[in-house]
């Protein structure tokens, strides 16, 4: 098993020898246990409140080994809205519920749900399914250690 302490600085050109793909909650687990698509076991044990991004690298503890973290492909509903005042107001009531959002001038997405889908098209936003990698905005408090 592979051990996982140390986050490398962002580095596109980096040589690593594994790829974890991880759902933005999963990204949240600094200490936990996973495997890889082809059966290594890796454990990350990471500063606490750690939260992992698409494409971090991870120093593994003894064998000069890195690890990229790749934002896996989830169920996500990405609503969009006729005006940018009712796209803001849809996010205005998703951090209400404290809900992780993905934010971008066109949209915003969050991990399914449908009661919050629902509300939303009651909004009159317009609600597309898909399966995609989620980022959630990490909050005014959340921190990526580097």
Not at 27 to 42: I, K, L, M, N, Y
Not at 43 to 69: A, H, K, S, W, Y
Not at 116 to 145: N, R, S
Request: net charge negative; hydrophobic share 40%.
């Amino acid at each position: 098993m592979l051990t996982f302490t140390q986050l490398k600085p962002p580095d596109s050109d980096a040589v690593v020898s594994l790829t974890l793909p991880l759902t933005a909650e999963e990204r949240t687990r600094s200490r936990h246990r996973f495997e890889t698509a082809d059966g290594q076991v890796v454990f990350l044990r990471l500063p606490r409140g750690t939260v992992l991004q698409d494409g971090d690298i991870l120093l593994e503890e003894t064998q000069d080994i890195l690890m990229r973290i790749k934002a896996k492909p989830e169920p996500v509903i990405t609503v969009f809205a006729n005006t940018p005042q009712l796209l803001l107001r849809a996010a205005y009531h998703l951090g209400n519920r404290h809900v992780p959002v993905e934010i971008t001038i066109n949209y915003l997405r969050l991990s399914h749900d449908s009661v919050l889908q629902t509300m939303l098209e009651q909004l009159g936003l317009e609600i597309k399914a898909e399966i995609l990698p989620f980022q959630p905005e990490q909050g005014a408090y959340g921190h990526h250690a580097h």
